[in-house]
């Protein structure tokens, strides 16, 4: 099983960017996904998650309100639009396939991670 996101790069304060997660080797459609990021120096936070059917979204308070979690099942891939991006949410970006259908903020139930994908804010 391998989750690849993509997406990251350098942006200006403000700014907006799509992060994606495509999977292989496993039918995401019937997991949860969750994001992750970790910044340097700093432990691996929570972000955002969406259920199997993409009904059920859940996010950090960080970034509630400017991040939207979002997939497409025929496509085995799930999203992340971030929006009013701040220097704050530099950081590399993690997607992992949850062990259960309905999404959660704790990380030892995802079983799967992607590599990450780095996103640089500019004050």
């Known amino acids: 099983v391998q989750l690849q996101a993509s997406g990251g790069g350098l942006v200006q304060a403000g700014g907006s960017l799509r992060l994606s997660c495509a999977a292989s080797g496993r039918t995401i459609s019937s997991y949860a996904v969750g994001w992750f990021r970790q910044a340097p120096g700093k432990e691996r936070e929570f972000v955002a998650t969406?259920?199997?059917?993409?009904?059920?979204?859940s996010y950090a308070d960080s970034v509630k309100g400017r991040f939207t979690v979002s997939r497409d099942n025929a496509k085995n891939t799930v999203y992340l639009r971030m929006n009013s991006l701040k220097p704050e949410d530099t950081a590399v970006y993690y997607c992992?396939?949850?062990?259960?259908?309905?999404?959660?903020?704790?990380?030892?139930?995802?079983?799967?991670w992607g590599q990450g994908t780095l996103v640089t804010v500019s004050s």
């Open positions: 969406i259920s199997r059917s993409g009904a059920i979204t």
């Open positions: 992992a396939s949850a062990r259960t259908s309905w999404g959660t903020s704790v990380t030892r139930e995802y079983d799967y």
